[in-house]
């Protein structure tokens, strides 16, 4: 066996591979003092420690097994991967909507690093025409990688640029815009997109994938689908996050960017309408409306770039014994808004109350939003909750806590005046506060599986 069928491995890690003759890519069995595992070796990094060996096993996760754990390995059989996608010009059809695609990072931007096993963001218009060539039937496309980061990674100065960027792509008569980004925050930046790209003539839609395109069940290639499906054929132009919408490949939802989040940490349908109902599911073929309001699509409509933002701004979640220091010392470091998460209908514990004064009286401005998540702040119920308004926190409706986050940091880019700082929380831009809840998006979208299929169903023709 030549040495690069152990690519990477070195030292005791080789050693074992040559004693069971077991190679990089080998569909390979191991019997340890832990367990049995079955898997495809993966090759390692020159920088590796040489005492594991790193299997990919059937759910797509990398293990790293301790070779001194080791009975018994064998191969049974051999695949190498082919982890570069053939690059291909993307093909431009007239009559087809023109797309832009902003790449951002993300899992939807990843694929298997074949030297380290690790899942790295990889981006380029060729390769995903090669790896998805359905994508030339739906549109033009263009892109463009602003950022290569997960988007834990995200923050203000990305909102900015990405906003700018999307400003710019919309003045040069784009017909819809994707943006590929990380999902663990996806949801914060199309808070921050819908404020800071107003009055967008064009739809612009935020994907990202729960599992990455080496994975056999990665979304990553029919969230694209569905995402350019939107941006260039919908009527709805607004900024929109789409993902899967059930369990199996069926469609796509379209969600509101202020009303969504990621709701479970695997689950490729992980993001779901809050507060509200889905704008509308998609598939290849075509958008079905469930929302009847939504911003129609209109090429003459000049689009607003306000790329606000004060990083002075922070989000406390309350738990039951929080300490009055922990406002204290937020107000101390200096920050100039709060976003309190609170329990039930929006409450803090009365220990918190003389800290919220303090920050009150310095000019720190406080909003209380919902644990719950559905529905809304009600600060008159109980006294407790009055007190706090004559402290200074003010309610902000059924805005989602990420949301508020977001909007103060807005607002606090533009104003350092109090009372303007109230009226831009309180003034919905795209229903970050609506006006009543339907009662079919509580009980039926978080109702379990059947109960999303029948409703669903009433919409599909
Ligand atoms: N941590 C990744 C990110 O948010 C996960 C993903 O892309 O789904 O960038």
């Keep these: 066996m030549s040495e690069d069928i152990f690519q990477g491995y070195k030292g005791k890690a080789l050693e074992v591979l040559k004693k069971y003759n077991v190679r990089v890519w080998g569909q390979t069995t191991i019997q340890t003092t832990r367990g049995n595992f079955e898997g ?3 090759p390692r990094a020159e920088n590796d420690d040489d005492f594991h060996i790193v299997l990919k096993i059937a759910t797509g996760y990398n293990i790293g097994i301790d070779i001194g754990t080791i009975n018994e390995m064998k191969e049974t059989g051999y695949k190498k991967a082919n982890y570069k996608i053939p690059e291909k010009e993307f093909p431009i059809t007239e009559g087809l909507p023109n797309v832009k695609l902003f790449g951002t990072g993300g899992t939807i931007a990843s694929r298997l690093d074949y030297r380290t096993g690790a899942v790295i ?36 100065k990305q909102y900015v640029a990405l906003a700018k960027a999307i400003g710019e792509e919309i003045k040069n008569g784009i017909d819809g815009i994707v943006i590929g980004h990380g999902t663990d925050t996806l949801h914060h930046t199309g808070a921050a997109l819908t404020f800071m790209v107003q009055n967008s003539p064009i739809p612009i839609v935020l994907v990202g994938s729960q599992r990455s395109s080496d994975r056999p069940s990665s979304d990553a290639a029919l969230n694209l689908m569905h995402a350019m499906k939107t941006a260039g054929h919908s009527d709805i132009a607004e900024v929109m996050v789409c993902m899967f ?40 073929d075509k958008i079905t409306h469930i929302k009847k309001d939504y911003k129609h699509r209109r090429k003459d409509r000049n689009v607003d770039i306000l790329p606000y933002f004060s990083d002075k701004v922070t989000m406390i979640y309350y738990y039951p014994g929080m300490k009055p220091d922990t406002i204290d010392a937020l107000v101390d470091n200096g920050y100039k ?52 308004m004559a402290k200074g926190v003010i309610p902000t409706g059924n805005m989602l806590p990420e949301v508020a986050f977001i909007k103060l940091g807005w607002a606090l880019g533009q104003t350092k005046d109090p009372e303007e700082i109230k009226k831009i929380m309180l003034t919905p831009i795209n229903d970050e506060i609506t006006k009543r809840e339907p009662y079919n998006g509580y009980l039926i979208y978080q109702g379990g599986v059947p109960e999303v299929e029948d409703f669903i169903k009433k919409f599909r023709k």
Aim: with cysteine; hydrophobic share 40%.
């Design 337 to 388: 808004g709060i976003v309190i998460v609170g329990t039930g209908l929006g409450h803090v514990n009365k220990e918190l109350y003389p800290a919220i004064e303090r920050a009150t009286k310095k000019g720190v401005v406080m909003y209380m939003t919902l644990q719950t998540l559905w529905g809304f702040v009600h600060m008159f119920v109980y006294d407790t909750g009055r007190d706090m």
């Design 245 to 284: 919408g059930a369990t199996s490949d069926e469609y796509g939802l379209l969600h509101k960017g202020t009303r969504v989040r990621k709701m479970h940490s695997s689950y490729r349908s992980t993001f779901r309408t809050i507060g509200d109902i889905p704008l509308a599911t998609v598939n290849r």
């Design 40 to 42: 495809t070796v993966l």
């Design 121 to 156: 963001p990889a981006f380029s218009p060729g390769e995903l025409y090669g790896a998805v060539p359905e994508l030339a039937d739906i549109c033009n496309l263009t892109t463009e990688k602003v950022f290569a980061v997960f988007s834990e990674n995200m923050g203000p």
